[in-house]
């Protein structure tokens, strides 16, 4: 390392026998990582596991993830004292003298909160998507514009914004879940596994009876309930939401498969996958809308 010449580092796992790609030396509040990029020689595998396999992805604020089978997949990323320890931590930092040695001791402690919460996030969005690619050939989520929803409603002086309290909740909340965290875990579990990802537009997903296809935005009686005005149709919102999810991305795909010349094979997939010492995750390449 610059000025500091060779340095030890705790290894996660051994090297042997790896091409090392890259080394990225980053720092988390009181602790600093070696992240480790390397060619492990792994190549994608042209089909899938279990070929016809398929399952949609709704994600949520209430639940990070349900899926169309009906499994609903949550976790809590911050304890709730780490919670209060972190607004303390926030509102001590904001007393400090700036440029001062509290203020510095105060700053650290506060990232290495932040950074528990962060990684835990990470490993959350990293098993779960790998437990989704492994058992499925083809995942489909929502596409997702996560930068713009999570746009501060402040305004301007000229044209001040409404509901700002009430947005920046939406916002914390959205970011909180990892939507895409998780969207980039999938992308790089799916290069290990063969599968799929496809991604569909999010309009009409949560209004949509999945049952009879009626679109009704009274049908979704409150955040968890989904009960369809047209039909008898009646289960949990997310659930639902990823049923239309599953059936928009199997048209697409569908539409794929017809559109393919006889005879032709798949195009090839991204070069050869490496592994890092901590996850890293690749972004996803939609398919084409139908």
Same mark, same amino acid.
């Given at each position: 390392m610059p000025k500091l010449g060779w340095v030890k580092f705790r290894a996660g796992r051994s090297l042997d026998g790896e091409t090392l790609r890259s080394a990225t030396l980053s720092r988390e509040g009181r602790h600093w990582f070696l992240s480790v990029l390397v060619d492990d020689g792994r190549q994608t595998p042209e089909t899938h596991a279990s070929p016809g396999s398929a399952v949609g992805? /709704?994600?949520?604020? *209430?639940?990070?993830? +349900?899926?169309?089978?009906?499994? &609903? @997949? /949550?976790? !809590?990323?911050? +304890?709730?004292?780490? $919670? $209060?320890?972190? @607004? *303390?931590? !926030? =509102?001590?930092? %904001? $007393?400090?003298a700036k440029r001062s040695t509290n203020r510095d001791k105060t700053r650290a402690a506060l990232a290495a909160v932040r950074a528990r919460e962060r990684r835990r996030r990470l490993d959350f969005a990293a098993q779960v998507a790998h437990r989704l690619a492994v058992a499925n050939a083809v995942v489909v989520l929502e596409d997702l514009k996560i930068t713009q929803m999570t746009k501060s409603a402040k305004g301007t @002086?000229? %044209?001040?914004?409404r509901n700002v309290a009430a947005k920046s909740g939406l916002n914390r909340a959205i970011l909180s879940k990892g939507w895409h965290q998780?969207? &980039? *875990?999938? +992308?790089?579990?799916?290069? #290990?596994?063969?599968?799929?990802?496809?991604?569909?537009?999010?309009? #009409?997903? %949560? !209004? =949509?009876?999945?049952a009879c296809g009626h679109v009704d935005p009274k049908s979704r009686e409150s955040q968890a309930v989904f009960r369809?005005?047209?039909?008898?149709?009646?289960?949990?919102? /997310?659930?639902? +939401?990823a049923k239309n999810i599953l059936a928009a991305g199997l048209a697409v795909t569908a539409c794929e498969d017809q559109s393919r010349p006889a005879g032709r094979a798949r195009s090839p997939k991204q070069e050869p996958a490496g592994n890092r010492e901590e996850l890293l995750l690749q972004p996803t390449t939609a398919a084409p809308a139908a």
């Open positions: 992805v /709704d994600r949520g604020v *209430a639940v990070a993830v +349900a899926t169309s089978g009906g499994e &609903l @997949i /949550d976790s !809590q990323f911050v +304890a709730p004292g780490e $919670r $209060r320890r972190g @607004i *303390a931590l !926030q =509102r001590k930092l %904001s $007393r400090c @002086i000229e %044209s001040p914004g998780f969207a &980039l *875990a999938l +992308a790089s579990a799916a290069r #290990y596994t063969g599968t799929t990802v496809v991604k569909v537009p999010a309009a #009409y997903t %949560s !209004q =949509r009876c999945s369809c005005t047209h039909c008898p149709h009646h289960e949990h919102a /997310d659930v639902n +939401a």
